[in-house]
């Protein structure tokens, strides 16, 4: 009898111990990689960070390294030697895909895969900082709108909506008319469009975050933070903020795609990042030349592939963490 | 209702004094002597627009001082002189708004018929190929760049297969006339249709699919089922009419939108809509028109907002503003 009883004992704890308890987190993850295209999307992005930020260090070439071509030889000479002023020497344009130059050389003599990689840095590092920017400004105001309500979220709802009324593009012309007003250089040029571009997107964010405190601070877990009487600091910090996570991490997965989407146009449009640094965006901008767009895709494919891959990938990972987070979403 | 809307257009103005002032301030961030510089190298500016300017934009006051003087204008809708076209500025908006309205409307037909049916197929299948598929290729439409894909579209059609014109609006040699000027038209107009419709129906129809999926796990599609009804007539009149709800307050966001794109698309095709002129007044620092084009679309903006809210109380009955 006592025998059986211990034996009861033993399955239930080696059956307790046998389970997998998973953290919300886990949970989150196991569902996240579970979606093929968000994990592919992990992946490319991933690979491109890697070819952008560790690529140069493998690339025989600079940035802004110009090749030169003796005619008659076919030899190919750097920028640095000194028989560039040879007779019969020219800059190497256009060069057809080979093994010294994969892509080929840009209209300017440029290797074309190296200008990719540093393109590509300029790319990511925009998109990363904006989205900082803009989390900053609209998590606080969001914050503050949802929380505190009444005049003061009048106030900062109104101020959302006059920046929502704005177009983004048809302004950053007339930003862009300023600045050549300047004169600014273009080692500038790309914090101030940072810093612009971050304080013209806040407000998406600040109605999302808005949303979401409204309807957290009406559930029965604040009540009791109310009830036992927390400090607001930690009300807010401990809370609320991790509830909105979820919300915040999404957005800023989706906006890096669109952020880095609205730098290439931008930049294509010539009022973006400009000369002599290379963006994507702006390395696609070859096609204005009707002879590069019809008989040198090597140059300006490239880069827009590029720009397609890592906003789906990114666009991937959105939707893959908000289906993830997404308690409903069992399958 | 009618308190709601006096409350909503209240607002609004309000709105629109914030996007102007915003605007003007970044007008005044200019250089003082950015309007000699800028125009110094343009012959047909003469002294006088230049001076209209500095008036129009009370450039020689202060800030708010200013700000009250142009706004008093604005309301007159007096912009100032186009630089470039030697026109006021409302004039010139008026006389290029055809062709960029023109296409945005012909864009925004087509992402409609688009993007609602197949959102619809797409929910209606949830997790099939099919999903996948439509979901996939509408992330890929949104993903896209639009000056990229415009650049392949036009390396392949028209400089490789030589079937449509490469950009512009007519076909100047020909000079045909009546109808087959406005087949011409139409095929000029193919390509920047499609670069528009490929890139913009990506969130409609995502927004479609969401909504539907929703809709078809709601109890009163269930009961349809139940009775019996068929298939067409559950998703047709029964889910497919409650979609519809959220979808119209999308569209009516989406005009604007439509428009400040109209930047890129009618710049790389050469059309001469609004867009293509706010690029070259970038290029010739024509501040007036800039300016008047965007308080154009922040009223826009502002108007399609309102109009979708006021539809959404006419499509759906229960909702009612108080």
Redesign the interface.
């Known amino acids: 009898m006592e025998d059986i009883q211990v034996r009861n004992e033993q399955d239930q704890d080696e059956f307790e111990l046998s389970q997998v308890i998973l953290s919300p987190t886990q949970l989150v993850l196991k569902r996240f990689f579970r979606n093929k ?1 968000a994990a592919v999307g992990l992946i490319t992005i991933l690979v491109m960070i890697i070819f952008c930020f560790i690529g140069p260090f493998f690339s025989p070439y600079s940035e802004y390294e110009i090749f030169y071509i003796n005619k008659e030889t076919g030899e190919e000479i750097y920028m640095t030697d000194a028989r560039i002023s040879e007779k019969g020497v020219k800059i190497n344009i256009k060069a057809p895909i080979s093994t010294a130059h994969l892509l080929g050389t840009d209209a300017d003599g440029r290797d074309v895969l190296t200008r990719l990689m540093y393109g590509g840095r300029v790319s990511l590092t925009v998109g990363l900082v904006v989205v900082l920017v803009e989390l900053l400004i609209g998590v606080t105001l969001g914050g503050i709108a949802g929380y505190y309500g009444k005049a003061v979220d009048m106030i900062i709802m ?2 959302v ?2 920046f ?8 950053m ?6 600045m ?3 004169g600014i250089s273009p080692k500038y040029k790309i914090y101030i469009i940072m810093f612009v571009m971050g304080v013209l997107f806040w407000a998406g964010v600040a109605r999302m975050v808005r949303g979401q405190i409204l309807s957290l601070r009406e559930m029965e877990f604040m009540q009791a933070t109310e009830a036992t009487g927390i400090r607001t600091s930690r009300k807010i910090f401990k809370h609320l903020v991790p509830n909105v996570m979820p919300i915040i991490i999404i957005i800023a997965t989706m906006d890096l ?1 669109g952020i880095i ?1 609205m730098e ?2 931008m930049s ?4 973006g990042i400009a000369f002599p640094y290379a963006s994507w ?1 702006n390395m ?1 901008t070859a ?1 204005n030349n ?1 002879i590069i ?2 008989n040198f ?1 090597n140059i ?1 494919l490239p880069p ?1 592939v590029c ?2 891959l890592t ?2 990938a990114f ?2 990972i959105g ?1 893959g963490l908000r289906d993830a987070y997404d308690p409903k979403m069992k ?1 | 209702m009618r308190q709601y809307i006096v409350r909503r257009i209240l607002i609004s103005i309000l709105v629109l004094f914030g996007v102007s002032f915003l605007l003007y301030i970044i007008i005044r961030l200019m250089p003082g002597d950015y309007v000699a510089n800028i125009t110094a190298g343009n012959m047909n500016v003469t002294a006088e627009m230049e001076q209209r300017m500095r008036e129009v934009y009370g450039l020689d006051k202060g800030l708010l001082e200013g700000y009250i003087s142009w706004l008093g204008d604005a309301v007159r809708l007096d912009f100032g002189i186009s630089f470039i076209y030697q026109k006021p500025v409302t004039e010139v908006i008026q006389r290029y708004l055809p062709i960029t309205f023109a296409l945005a409307a012909i864009a925004m037909v087509f992402e409609m018929l688009l993007a609602i049916p197949l959102g619809i197929l797409a929910a209606r299948k949830q997790y099939s190929k099919m999903d996948y598929s439509i979901v996939a290729i509408a992330l890929m439409g949104i993903s896209l760049p639009s000056f990229f894909f415009a650049a392949i579209l036009k390396r392949v059609f028209a400089i490789g297969l030589g079937v449509l014109p490469l950009s512009g609006m007519v076909n100047a040699r020909a000079g045909f006339e009546g109808f087959a000027r406005i087949m011409d038209i139409g095929h000029h107009l193919v390509l920047p249709v499609t670069v528009f419709v490929i890139t913009g129906v990506g969130g409609l129809l995502r927004y479609t699919r969401t909504n539907m999926l929703e809709v078809l796990n709601a109890d009163y599609v269930r009961t349809a089922r139940a009775k019996g009804l068929p298939e067409r007539k559950v998703i047709g009149k029964h889910a497919f009419r409650n979609t519809l709800i959220p979808i119209v307050t999308l569209v009516g966001g989406m005009i604007p939108g439509l428009f400040s794109g109209a930047v890129i698309t009618e710049g790389i095709f050469a059309l001469e809509g609004l867009g293509q002129i706010a690029i070259n007044a970038v290029n010739n620092g024509d501040i007036p028109y800039l300016m008047g084009f965007n308080m154009f679309l922040a009223v826009l903006t502002l108007l399609g907002t309102l109009v979708s809210d006021i539809l959404y109380a006419v499509v759906d009955p229960r909702v009612r503003y108080s």
């Open positions: 295209l109104r101020l909506e006059i929502y009324s704005i177009p983004f593009i048809p302004l012309l007339i930003i862009s008319a300023v050549v007003g300047y795609g989407l290439s146009t294509y449009l010539g009022v965006g696609v096609v009707s767009l019809k895709p300006w827009g720009i397609l906003v789906l666009n991937f939707d399958r």
